[in-house]
């Protein structure tokens, strides 16, 4: 007998604990890029040595893309099943903040997705001598890392959201008893972001 395939529930818990690990990852991967910036810099808080934070940046942003990449492919949907359910739920159960932050993580999984054609093109573009391991190609990729990194840092910040939107809609009885498919709605815009809200680095 075949084993019985996931339902569409199953299969969303499961990406939400993916997203789930991508957020304790990625805080300690900040933590400990931070944590060495502070041992490694003089009281003005300029690095010690230019060269050596150099590589850490760079190590935290590949282990910060690595992390998201397990939930990059999937991101949308999840996304997509959030806005239904807060459009399900009784409006005063709704965290004012949540509409914001979908936007915010639906704008940053866009940029991401350009910057992941970019560096496609431009490793295609690389001579053939260009490997992993070689200045040309780890070079490209450091920069489309780079780039990603404030992206990645706010679905770092954000994700959270994502949690407890599911959460609030499973505890509390939604509008309609009959679940919309994420595909019938629209994205609404992203409405302007609040006074207070202060990217990490």
Same mark, same amino acid.
């Given at each position: ?123 295609? $573009?690389?001579? %053939?001598?260009? +490997?992993?391991?070689?200045? &040309?190609?780890?070079? @490209?990729? =450091?920069?489309?890392?780079?780039? /990603? ?19 609030? $809609?499973?505890? %509390?009885?939604? +509008?309609?008893?009959?679940? &919309?498919?994420?595909? @019938?709605? =629209?994205?609404?815009?992203?409405? /302007? ?9």
């Amino acid at each position: 007998m075949s084993p019985t395939a996931p339902t569409p529930d199953e299969i969303h818990r499961e990406r939400l604990h993916l997203l789930a690990a991508f957020l304790r990852e990625s805080e300690q991967i900040l933590a400990d890029f931070d944590a060495w910036r502070e041992e490694h810099s003089d009281l003005d808080g300029w690095p010690l040595d230019d060269d050596e934070h150099s590589r850490h940046a760079v190590k935290r942003d590949a282990d910060t893309w690595r992390s998201f990449n397990r939930v990059r492919s999937f991101a949308k949907d999840l996304l997509a099943t959030a806005e239904v359910q807060v459009q399900q739920l009784n409006p005063a159960h709704i965290q004012s903040r949540w509409p914001w932050q979908l936007g915010v993580l639906d704008q940053a999984l866009k940029q991401l997705g350009t910057l992941q054609q970019d560096w496609l093109e431009a490793r295609d $573009a690389l001579p %053939l001598t260009a +490997r992993p391991g070689s200045f &040309a190609y780890d070079d @490209a990729l =450091a920069e489309r890392n780079e780039e /990603a990194w404030s992206y990645l840092d706010d679905w770092s910040t954000h994700g959270k959201a994502l949690l407890e939107i599911q959460a609030t $809609a499973q505890d %509390l009885p939604p +509008r309609s008893l009959a679940l &919309a498919s994420p595909t @019938a709605h =629209a994205r609404p815009a992203a409405p /302007a972001a609040p006074p207070s809200s202060v990217a990490r680095r």
